[in-house]
Every structure is written in structure tokens, then in C-alpha cells.
């Protein structure tokens, strides 16, 4: 069944989640006491908002949670401390509720389904968001995701519920700009020039964007066999039509003419750079030789005997 089917029999428009950065903060930190080095994941209480279709997940906190690695089905969440947290959190800010859970995933695991309807228990529509504490490429590194009843075409086979991806972002208030900003000041490595740092992030966005492209490759692959959605094709054809004409002759003339500059900005940094070295090594060269003139001039100390 496909998802717009689904959506719609779930009786639920559920637009988008908006995760807020002191949110990744408090999951990364749960992950890095708890399972830093291993293979376990780690679950958590999402505390937020939700209006017209839209998850304003504003906080969270840790739950403890074992699971079998053998057996999926065996799993334990602690929801007594989860509901005496929450009363805790009630006192703090009331407008905040519960809604949904967190893992670190970094996928779905066949018991979530499971954990996710005992959060159905405290929030009538609860949402899944997985985050990827490890990322490997560049972009969002959360999931968002919430249950629908998938009703089978045979009429003897059961209903199931099955999870629906819906698309998350990254938001922050103001006061949360501000915090994230100085958090990057100070974790920032001095030791990496400007131009390293450039040339690492143009690296990074080149490679996701491979990866997104050999994505909506191996969709447009798979569709040759299976019923395809037209919504997804329009959004292809509207990445598509934003992409410039490099046919265009004063394009390729505007954008040599770009490379040739920057080029030239490089070679003469590099240049500037390399005599400002050899200033200093000339510099420091002469100092030693002052300071190896100044000791041979200075008298040596004779020492004097000890009278008996």
C-alpha cells in the first residue's frame, strides 16, 4: 500500500516534525553516558507542541530501556519513571506534553512498533523520531515517523499498523540561534585554516549530493516496475527546471572568468604565505645567533675554593 493510501485511511494529517536544537543536544549527550562504543541504541520522551498538522518538538528526556539483541521481542521501558518525570517536567512548563519518543536507531528495529504503542497509551498519535547520532554524510540527520492502520485487500487478513515516513526539519527560536552559535564558537578548531575548513564543507556537500542523486536514481529505476506517485515526479521535475542552462556561452565565459579569479586569490595567498615563513624562519635565525653572541660574551664565573 502506498503512503498516500495509508494516510488516508489513518484518518490523520500529519505534515511535518520540527526538531529543535537543545533537543539533539540532550539526545546526544544520553547516547554518549549511556551507549558510547557499543551497539546499543538509546530511548527517550519527546515534549512538544502540535498544531495544524505540524510536531514542534521543543524538549525531551532519557528513559531507561533494555532490549534483547536475540530477540527482538523481549524489550523493557521504565514508564514509571517515565510518568514521574513528565509530572516534573508538567510543573515547569504546562504546555508542553508529550509527543512521542526518540531513538538512535540509526533504523527501524522490528520492536518499534511495539514501544510505539505503548506511547499511544499517553498521546493519542504519538511520532517516532530516529536520530543519527554517528552521521556519515552531510543533511538532517533525524527520521520522523508515526503509525497507520494498513488495511489488506483480502478481507480474511488482519490489519496492521505499519510506520508512514513524514518529513522533519531543524528549527530554533531566537534565544536558541544565539546558544547553538556560541556552542560552535567554542568548539571550533583554531588549527584548521579558513580555506581547509571551504574546501572540507564544498567536499562534503558535493559527496550528499551524490548520494542524493543516487537516490532519485534508483527510485526512477524502480518505478519502471512499480506504480509510481505523481507528486514525487513533479518535485524531480521542479529540481530539474531550476537547474541552469550551462549551454549558454556567457555562462561558460562568466563562470572561467570566476575560477580564474579565485585561482589567481589562491596562488597569491599561498605566495604571501609561504615568504611570510621565511621571513619568520630569517627572523628567528638571527635572534639565535644574537643570543649565542651574548652568552660568549658574558665572563665566565670562576669558582672559588673553600677555605679550611
Not at 544520553?30 to 558510547?36: E, L, P, S
Not at 485487500?153 to 528549527?171: L, M, R, Y
Not at 547553538?180 to 549530493?209: F, Q, W, Y
Not at 514525487?232 to 572561467?256: G, R, S, T
Request: with cysteine; net charge neutral.
Amino acid at each position: 500500500m502506498d503512503v498516500v493510501k495509508a494516510a488516508q485511511l489513518s484518518g490523520r494529517t500529519l505534515e511535518k516534525v520540527v526538531v529543535h536544537p537543545l533537543v539533539l543536544l540532550s539526545i546526544v549527550d544520553h547516547y554518549n553516558r549511556v551507549a558510547r562504543d557499543t551497539r546499543k541504541r538509546v530511548v527517550g520522551v519527546l515534549l512538544g507542541t502540535s498544531s495544524r498538522g505540524v510536531v514542534d518538538v521543543t524538549n525531551s528526556y532519557a528513559v531507561p530501556f533494555e532490549e534483547d539483541d536475540k530477540d527482538p521481542r523481549i524489550w523493557f521501558l521504565d514508564h514509571n519513571y517515565h510518568e514521574s518525570m513528565f509530572s516534573m517536567f508538567k510543573r515547569i512548563n504546562a504546555k508542553e506534553h508529550v509527543v512521542g519518543w526518540y531513538s538512535t536507531g540509526p533504523k527501524l528495529k522490528e520492536n518499534d512498533l511495539d514501544v510505539h504503542a505503548l506511547f499511544t497509551n499517553y498521546v493519542p498519535n504519538p511520532v517516532l523520531v530516529i536520530i543519527d547520532v554517528q552521521p556519515k554524510e552531510l543533511g538532517i540527520p533525524t527520521k520522523a515517523y508515526y503509525a497507520v492502520e494498513e488495511v489488506k485487500e483480502n478481507a480474511t487478513q488482519k490489519s496492521q499498523k505499519v510506520f508512514v515516513h513524514v518529513p522533519s526539519e531543524i528549527a530554533a527560536h531566537e534565544v536558541e540561534e544565539i546558544g547553538v552559535e556560541h556552542l560552535l564558537r567554542d568548539v571550533k578548531d583554531t588549527t584548521i585554516s579558513t580555506l581547509a575548513t571551504e574546501v572540507s564543507s564544498k567536499l562534503a556537500a558535493l559527496k550528499g549530493l551524490d548520494a542524493r542523486l543516487t537516490e532519485i536514481r534508483g527510485y526512477l529505476d524502480l518505478v519502471k516496475r512499480r506504480p509510481c506517485n505523481i507528486f514525487v515526479l513533479f518535485f524531480f521535475q521542479d529540481v530539474f527546471n531550476l537547474l541552469p542552462n550551462l549551454n549558454v556561452n556567457e555562462l561558460i565565459k562568466a563562470f572561467a572568468v570566476k575560477t580564474n579569479d579565485m585561482m589567481l586569490v589562491i596562488y597569491l595567498s599561498s605566495l604571501i604565505r609561504s615568504v611570510i615563513a621565511l621571513h619568520n624562519l630569517i627572523n628567528n635565525k638571527m635572534l639565535n645567533k644574537e643570543h649565542e653572541k651574548a652568552e660568549d660574551l658574558k665572563p665566565a664565573a670562576v669558582p672559588t675554593a673553600a677555605g679550611s
